[in-house]
């Protein structure tokens, strides 16, 4: 399956949108792009996932290319709270054996 | 909801000693999926169940490892007997398959192996 590369740090300063990139170059037709964030101590939460159309929902915004090798993840108004690890993970919808986390971009969000 | 529920939250053992870490999932949740996450290796997907069944456990490190599903509301991953490379947090997680393809993870259990 298509592997992700991710900066391994940004910064945004509060009340700015983050914008999160993610390489995905060898990401198959069947491949979804998904995006988990992980908040110091807690567990992995779902943000959002997309095939090839942008998508948004009440937590952020995803634009995925049109050849499909990118996505980025928006975070329109970064608050605090948003500091955390996020990973973008390319799998095959249903395929549980798939949920590879890899190293992630830690996003830190300054005042 | 309450979300997946794990405990103990904290484990602190000893070498050699038996180490079991329980999970409840959402209610209405037929897929439960354990993890294991280290500084090292990241997040690693240890094993998972179907309607209680195990389906996949290629992840589990060695014989040490072993999870049961007894029933649909409660999971259990034990370590017997544990080493110290052994410490890491497990996560719980679980997902709807009829609804989405969405898995929610529980708070996790920081196991350290002395």
């Known amino acids: 399956d298509a592997k992700t590369t991710q900066p391994t740090s940004m910064d945004c300063a509060e009340g700015r949108a983050a914008n999160l990139p993610c390489n995905h170059s060898?990401?198959?037709?069947?491949?979804?792009v998904y995006w988990y964030r992980q908040i110091h101590s807690q567990g992995p939460q779902y943000i959002i996932h997309g095939l090839k159309n942008n998508e948004t929902n009440e937590m952020a915004s995803l634009i995925i290319t049109e050849d499909r090798k990118s996505s980025t993840l928006i975070l329109p108004h970064a608050t605090l709270r948003d500091t955390a690890v996020y990973y973008c993970i390319v799998r095959v919808l249903y395929n549980n054996n798939d949920m590879r986390f890899g190293a992630g971009t830690r996003l830190t969000v300054k005042p | 909801d309450a979300g997946v529920i794990q405990s103990p939250r904290h484990e602190v053992t000893e070498m050699g000693q038996e180490v079991t870490l329980r999970c409840k999932p959402i209610?209405?949740?037929?897929?439960l999926f354990w993890y294991r996450q280290t500084m090292m290796r990241g997040l690693e997907l240890l094993i998972y169940?179907?309607?209680?069944?195990?389906?996949?456990d290629s992840g589990m490190p060695e014989d040490r490892f072993s999870a049961k599903m007894p029933n649909a509301s409660f999971s259990t991953l034990k370590i017997q007997p544990s080493e110290p490379r052994d410490s890491a947090v497990y996560f719980c997680a679980s997902r709807n398959s009829a609804r989405e393809d969405t898995q929610y993870f529980g708070p996790g259990t920081r196991l350290t192996v002395l």
């Open positions: 169940f179907n309607n209680n069944v195990p389906i996949d």
């Open positions: 060898t990401i198959s037709g069947n491949e979804y």
């Open positions: 209610s209405g949740h037929d897929y």
